[in-house]
């Protein structure tokens, strides 16, 4: 009677990965990656061009910017004038006044119309011409010495006024 092996009995786990549910998760990442990180399963990956003519306008718009001007329209004979303060539908300027401050892209004729500067009896002048940003400087330094300008501390206490007459308001 010899020893007996001991007999152990065999339990057969069965922990398999279900392989649909994991194979649609990694085919859904992967066309989520190509879609947010435009992958280009063709190895081409371009990079967009513009068309000459959108070419051409980005270049002209890229040069507008650099290429600004701060303004002034200036009264050309005394007169009334359209005033855009509060309760002042018009303003007394005397020829020479500044009656607007400004900026543009455009220049004098891109921004006003030779009609209408004959119209409002003004005209044009560039006080200062650089960037965008520069210009839009430059015009608020313009707008707030204005109070102090001898044309504006000429005139009588009540008829002093915080910004241009056809500057509505601070921007």
């Not at 069965?14 to 063709?42: S, W, Y």
């Not at 959108?54 to 718009?61: D, F, M, P, S, T």
Request: charged share 25%; net charge positive.
């Amino acid at each position: 009677m010899g020893a007996e092996k001991p007999q152990f009995e065999e339990t057969i786990t069965n922990h398999q990965t279900p392989i649909r549910p994991l194979l649609t998760g990694v085919a859904i990442l992967f066309i989520t990656l190509m879609i947010f990180t435009k992958v280009d399963i063709n190895g081409k990956n371009e990079i967009p061009q513009l068309s000459p003519k959108e070419e051409a306008k980005l270049q002209k718009r890229l040069k507008e910017i650099d290429d600004s001007e701060q303004y002034a329209l200036i009264a050309k004979e005394d007169g009334w004038y359209l005033c855009n303060h509060p309760g002042r539908p018009t303003f007394y300027l005397h020829a020479g006044e500044v009656w607007k401050y400004g900026t543009t892209t455009k220049q004098q004729f891109g921004r006003y119309t030779l009609t209408f500067l004959e119209k409002t009896k003004v005209f044009y002048i560039i006080q200062f011409q650089g960037t965008i940003a520069e210009c839009l400087k430059e015009e608020q330094r313009k707008m707030y010495y204005y109070p102090y300008l001898p044309e504006n501390l000429a005139r009588s206490e009540i008829d002093r006024l915080p910004r241009p007459p056809y500057n509505s308001k601070m921007q």
